[in-house]
């Protein structure tokens, strides 16, 4: 039986990208997502315990909350989310905090940039993604620079995601609990 | 761009000031608050580029008479505009400059604050002119501005000042203006549309609306690769949002013979070949005429279209939202701010979803009371410090801007 994760998340696109990196961890047909999106990190945090119990109560059995890290602490954010989470009857939850935005994710891998938006070559992009102040903006010169497109983060962060390959992740901190994640996930139905 | 605009006695403008955001202004209000009036006040100042008062003129009667100051810059040199304009408001409610005063301050250019009178259709026609010298088109122009009067502007008005101004002219009359209401019900679209060709000259008949989108995204297919089109292509397509897959036009040669009688009775025969162009959309494996399109599918492709493809520094677009679902209306929204980097955006909304995705910095409230008339309020001066404090701590902690403005903080 397919395994019922409820996301919250800041934008639709977080969900589609954790989505293609899902696909990528298991099989399509073995899991499906409820979500909320807040539209705003504001938001997300006021609405996180509500929302988190309305997805159990659609039938969710773990939860994924995304949150930008922005300028913010990590370390009173994370404890924010978990409150937030905490007394919802669900397996398992992770909380996951991308270093400023989650476009770093995006950035580990230049071959799919390449072949998402053409490029003659593989543009060159720092070791460690996530110590790029504004992911997005870095992205959207990057794109802009050698293939002349221009990028929209609605409408290319799920093509990225879904080239991506995802031990290329594997750099960026914020990101390596979740591949376990799901395989505990998964495991336990 | 466009700095400010002072406007008097237009419409519901009695006394209404307005310092538009350098990329992207964001005006909300209720409805006859004055938003579209605010719209078209800044368009007249791309009307001001058409009129031509030395040699043109309607025979008839201003409906109103109003008064614009504006500031607009340009390669860092601010010139401010004052305009004291006639003008006639025609059935479909467009407004047609009659006749304009126009007198310019440019202190960085003519080194005082005295004012020089040049009309922005003489600046952009004598700038023309320049470009067009030596070009079978001189003598088009030369009928425009007569010598005497070319003379007169050559002796009061220094090269620099009249190059500048001819700079603002041109930028200005390139100025676009978008509104859901244009492209409703794509049942109007007609399904084809005809082109005169003779010898080398291509010509459409006079178009507008839908007919003259199409014959727009025609015309813009022809640019080379990387250009506006194409990104366009690629930004609607299965690489983009996914409206369509592709859009092709076939073309059928047709021709037609003209006789006339001249005088002696002498008949004369004029051969012409017409182009029928026939649009279409590829979506999936059906191939669609434009009429065939849902309404949210033609707005959200004309308003891409002309927001990716224009030239013009300036673009007002009003209510993006309309009939567009959410998730697409995201995407548009980051295409808006994307393109409001490279040129000056205003467009006017009824939807807290739009104002989520902006900053309070972008947005004004739009009011109209009684005997004040329209009045423009930028976020941040509208509120006190106080208030503006209180907003930022609740964007960062509860919620978003759209539902601020739903639940009253905002007007």
Redesign the interface.
């Known amino acids: 039986m397919a395994v019922k994760i409820g996301i919250i998340a800041e934008e639709h696109n977080d969900i589609d990208v954790i989505y293609q990196f899902t696909c990528k961890l298991t099989p399509e047909n073995s899991f499906s997502f409820s979500t909320f999106v807040a539209h705003g990190c504001g938001r997300l945090r006021n609405k996180c315990q509500a929302w988190s119990h309305n997805l159990i109560r659609r039938g969710c059995t773990h939860l994924v909350v995304i949150h930008d890290l922005d300028d913010k602490d990590q370390d009173s954010l994370r404890l924010e989310l978990e409150n937030s989470v905490r007394d919802t009857a669900c397996s398992g939850r992770i909380i996951l905090i991308p270093v400023f935005e989650i476009e770093a994710w995006l950035l580990s891998d230049p071959l799919a940039l390449q072949q998402t938006f053409n490029m003659k070559k593989a543009p060159k992009i720092p070791q460690n993604p996530e110590t790029i102040r504004h992911p997005k903006e870095y992205l959207r010169d990057i794109v802009w620079k050698d293939s002349k497109k221009r990028y929209i983060n609605t409408i290319h962060n799920k093509k990225i995601a879904s080239i991506l390959r995802i031990d290329k992740i594997s750099i960026c901190s914020s990101f390596t609990p979740y591949p376990a994640f799901v395989s505990t996930t998964i495991a336990s139905c | 761009m466009i700095k400010n605009i002072s406007i008097k006695n237009y419409r519901s403008c009695l006394d209404t000031d307005f310092k538009l955001h350098p990329e992207l202004s964001v005006l909300i209000g209720p409805n006859s608050s004055g938003k579209t009036n605010v719209m078209n006040a800044l368009l007249l100042l791309k009307k001001l580029t058409e009129e031509s008062p030395l040699f043109y003129s309607r025979d008839v009667e201003p409906t109103g008479h109003c008064k614009l100051k504006s500031t607009i810059t340009i390669d860092n040199v601010k010139a401010t505009l004052w305009a004291d304009i006639d003008t006639y408001t025609d059935a479909d409610n467009t407004d047609i400059v009659i006749t304009s005063d126009q007198y310019w301050n440019i202190q960085q250019l003519t080194g005082n604050n005295k004012r020089v009178k040049l009309p922005l259709s003489v600046a952009r026609e004598l700038t023309r002119l320049t470009r067009a010298a030596d070009t079978r088109f001189i003598s088009y122009y030369q009928r425009r501005i007569s010598f005497d009067a070319l003379e007169q502007i050559s002796k009061e008005i220094p090269g620099p000042v009249r190059d500048f101004l001819g700079k603002i002219a041109l930028d200005l009359a390139q100025i676009r203006y978008y509104s859901a209401s244009q492209f409703t019900n794509p049942a109007n679209c007609p399904v084809s549309f005809e082109l005169e060709k003779e010898g080398k000259t291509t010509r459409a008949p006079r178009l507008t609306g839908h007919a003259k989108f199409l014959f727009d995204l025609y015309n813009s297919r022809k640019r080379p690769k990387?250009s506006g089109y194409w990104?366009f292509i690629?930004?609607i397509g299965p690489?983009?949002?996914g409206l369509v897959d592709d859009i092709s036009f076939n073309e059928i040669t047709t021709s037609s013979v003209h006789h006339s009688v001249r005088i002696g009775g002498t008949v004369t025969e004029r051969r012409k070949k017409n182009i029928l162009v026939i649009p279409q959309f590829k979506i999936g494996k059906n191939a669609l005429s434009p009429n065939q399109l849902s309404e949210g599918t033609f707005k959200t492709i004309t308003l891409l279209f002309y927001l990716?493809t224009e030239p013009s520094q300036v673009l007002f677009i009003e209510e993006p939202e309309v009939c567009v679902h959410h998730?697409l209306l995201?995407?548009i929204l980051?295409?808006i701010k994307?393109?409001s980097n490279n040129k000056q955006i205003v467009i006017s909304t009824h939807s807290d979803?739009v104002l989520?995705?902006v900053q309070p910095d972008n947005v004004y409230v739009v009011t109209n009371l009684p005997d004040e008339g329209t009045k423009i309020h930028h976020i941040p001066k509208r509120l006190s410090r106080r208030e503006l404090g209180a907003l930022r701590e609740?964007?960062?902690?509860?919620?978003?801007?759209?539902?601020y403005w739903r639940a009253g903080g905002l007007e």
């Not at chain 2, 509860?398 to 539902?403: A, H, K, P, S, V």
């Open positions: 990387g990104q690629d930004i690489n983009g949002i990716i998730g995201s995407s980051e295409l994307t393109y979803f989520d995705m609740y964007l960062r902690t509860e919620g978003n801007l759209g539902e």
